[in-house]
């Protein structure tokens, strides 16, 4: 099956800086990739969606100026979370999608921790 | 705007009980129904995908059905296992996923 990998798996920073992780689309070409978050003991939220080459869509309560997301490759797609703070850790997951299959059918990365002390 | 639940949202049986997952829907168009395995603190795996022109999937153990008149899926675990134990999470929809909450299954020895 279609692998995608996230890196870190963990980071912990500090308040008022930012961080990126990214995510990898390893065997395919990923025309649309998501970002996802998901607080403990609660199901994933969709963050924003973002197709190569264009900016992403961001869901309603998603401050685009705070989580950046840039899509510049068919497998890469980064986030950047900007001026962190502690409210903002949380578990972090990307999907990928590609259209060869024309089944929509998403990927998903391990995921990535993040804790803002 | 679509809603997704899952019926229950915890549930302990012991080892080689088969179990049926619930999940529900409120907006019948979607392309696509998925079922994940989440362990605690890791990503998704994909168990099964059923496409709106299909009724059910199976692999192994696990069966899943679709039933978008009622909008409704079932996964069902035959013989369950301590390696069960897991959350699963139902995700429907087109381009975008929407997820339920998920139920905490744990199958003790």
């Known amino acids: 099956g279609a692998v995608v990998s996230q890196h870190p798996s963990w980071v912990i920073c500090k308040s008022g800086t930012s961080v990126k992780i990214e995510c990898r689309s390893l065997?395919?070409?990923?025309?649309?990739m998501f970002w996802y978050r998901q607080f403990p003991k609660q199901s994933l939220m969709l963050m924003a969606t973002?197709?190569?080459?264009?900016?992403?869509?961001?869901e309603q309560g998603v401050e685009k100026d705070k989580f950046l997301i840039n899509h510049a490759s068919l497998t890469l797609s980064t986030l950047t979370v900007t001026s962190a703070h502690p409210e903002d850790s949380s578990f972090y997951i990307c999907?990928?999608?590609?259209?060869?299959?024309?089944?929509?059918?998403?990927?998903f990365g391990p995921g990535t921790r993040l804790t803002v002390t | 705007k679509q809603e997704v639940t899952q019926i229950p949202a915890a549930l302990s049986v012991p080892e080689g009980e088969n179990l049926v997952l619930n999940c529900s829907f409120t907006?019948?168009?979607?392309?696509?129904l998925q079922w994940f395995r989440q362990d605690p603190g890791k990503g998704l795996t994909s168990l099964l995908l059923?496409?709106?022109?299909?009724r059910e999937q199976t692999s192994g153990r696990l069966n899943a059905s679709l039933d978008k008149s009622s909008g409704r899926s079932t996964l069902y675990i035959a013989a369950s296992q301590p390696g069960d134990s897991a959350t699963y999470l139902c995700?429907?929809?087109?381009?975008?996923?929407?997820f339920g909450k998920g139920t905490m299954l744990l199958v003790s020895p």
């Open positions: 065997d395919f070409q990923a025309t649309t």
């Open positions: 973002s197709n190569e080459g264009s900016k992403a869509t961001y």
């Open positions: 995700a429907v929809g087109y381009s975008t996923l929407t």
């Open positions: 907006d019948s168009a979607i392309y696509n």
């Open positions: 059923i496409q709106s022109s299909q």
């Open positions: 999907s990928a999608s590609g259209l060869a299959d024309h089944s929509y059918e998403q990927y």
